[in-house]
């Protein structure tokens, strides 16, 4: 075989091998929330849990994104419904300086534009195509998966009869104190509001 052949070879080579491997950096992997290993505090049969999560444990549920040092202190929050009766959780009724998880979702998004532009001088148009179409999804599975993780603002958490919530919520760092986390749940068959200092 001739130089120019296995040159040529080895240049297909590693050029597929980019491909494979350049769309992976823009994936988005998160992983399942469990329930925190916290200490607990039972009232009116209901269970209360808090942990504030490290960066390591925020990174892994929340696909290697690194949200303290963006400015934010996750605390995850678990309850378990023990009675018959649906309770409620409010955003309003907990008492914490709560930043809406769609900003935080925004600034862990990938630069679209950018990275398209980037790759596109890397490595030419294809490149900057799969690049941009990663990135994009990659910040669409961010959106998706914290409306499913997170306490939203505009949303008030139903805790139906032996059910359980497990989400997190976000605080500002500057904001965050490790005691002294009150909420409140509610239950409106019952008239009562239940509050828990964490």
Request: charged share 25%; with cysteine.
């Amino acid at each position: 075989m001739n130089k120019n052949i296995i040159k040529k070879n080895i240049s297909i080579l590693l050029t597929l091998v980019a491909l494979a491997i350049l769309p992976n950096c823009a994936r988005y992997k998160a992983k399942k929330l469990y329930p925190p290993q916290a200490p607990t505090h039972e009232k009116d049969n209901l269970v209360v849990a808090k942990k504030t999560l490290t960066e390591e444990e925020a990174r892994k549920i929340f696909g290697g994104r690194k949200i303290i040092e963006r400015g934010y202190t996750p605390v995850q929050i678990y309850v378990k419904n023990k009675s018959n009766k649906t309770y409620y959780l409010n955003p309003n009724d907990i008492q914490a300086p709560l930043e809406p998880s769609t900003s935080v979702a925004r600034k862990l998004h990938r630069d679209v534009g950018w990275k398209t532009a980037k790759y596109f001088f890397i490595g030419g148009p294809l490149w900057a195509t799969i690049e941009g179409v990663s990135s994009y999804e990659a910040n669409r599975n961010i959106n998706t998966d914290f409306r499913e993780k997170t306490v939203r603002l505009d949303e008030v958490i139903k805790i139906r009869p032996y059910g359980v919530i497990n989400k997190v919520m976000f605080i500002p760092n500057e904001n965050y104190t490790s005691d002294n986390l009150k909420i409140t749940l509610t239950s409106p068959e019952l008239k009562k509001r239940v509050l828990f200092d964490l």
